[in-house]
Nanobody
């Protein structure tokens, strides 16, 4: 069974920082792509950032220059460093990973359970 476990969410004042972590586990190779999405109340889930195993990153315009995504491939873990947080960053943040189970040839996409980030003004 593939699991993505997120941690690091919480309450922070505007201008502050948080670091989210997402650890992938199960009988899998190191993920090919990992990413973060977020969903605010009443809004659709949106892309925040993605990173490939080769280190290519992609960011939503709203977080460029403030958020940094990184991975530790050996640990199958992705991180999202969030600086200069704004109240509009308040949302549930979900980790996602594209993985290949050992012994199979089919890529699968998995999601974490989500972690709440609340930024107060």
């Amino acid at each position: 069974q593939v699991q993505l476990v997120e941690s690091g969410g919480g309450l922070v004042q505007a201008g502050g920082s948080l670091r989210l972590s997402c650890a992938a586990s199960g009988n899998i190779f190191s993920p090919n792509v990992m990413g973060w999405y977020r969903q605010a109340p009443g809004k659709q889930r949106e892309l925040v950032a993605t990173i490939t195993s080769g280190g290519t990153t992609n960011y939503a315009d709203s977080v460029k220059g403030r958020f940094t995504i990184s991975t530790d491939n050996a640990k199958k873990t992705a991180y999202l460093q969030m600086n200069m947080l704004k109240p509009e960053d308040t949302a549930v943040y979900y980790c996602t990973a594209t993985v290949l189970r050992i012994g199979t040839k089919t890529w699968e996409n998995h999601w974490g359970q989500g972690t709440q980030v609340t930024v107060s003004s």
